[in-house]
């Protein structure tokens, strides 16, 4: 079993940046891979980012390759998002996770949601 806890979330206008931070409680941290989610209203819960736990792994979907980096720090058992360049179409419920399978992403454990509002 394993906790995640994000924070981060926030509103801000197009073109603002904002950083997700997700602390993992209560499991081997460093030996998971991670990644991040989002949801929108109505829509299925879709991938953002992840990274292997040795950190030389990376993915992104195509909608915000580019515009956000994902970061970790294993000693403090930390997961990161950093956005960039923010749309209104980011708008969104962003979950951190830890990453159960890659291709396709999908997650096992999963955080509460914290939220990020991108207006025009």
């Known amino acids: 079993q394993v906790q995640l806890d994000e924070w981060g979330g926030g509103s801000v206008q197009a073109g603002d940046s904002l950083r997700l931070s997700c602390v993992a409680s209560g499991r081997s941290f460093s030996g998971s891979s991670m990644a991040w989610f989002r949801r929108t209203p109505g829509k299925a819960r879709e991938f953002v980012a992840a990274?292997?736990?040795?950190?030389?792994?990376?993915n992104y979907a195509d909608s915000v390759k580019g515009r956000f980096t994902i970061s970790r720090d294993n000693a403090k058992n930390m997961l990161f998002l950093q956005m960039s360049t923010l749309k209104p179409e980011d708008t969104a419920v962003y979950y951190c996770a830890t990453l159960g399978r890659w291709n396709p992403p999908s997650g096992n454990f999963w955080g509460q949601g914290t939220q990020v509002t991108v207006s025009s």
């Open positions: 990274i292997g736990w040795d950190v030389a792994i990376t």
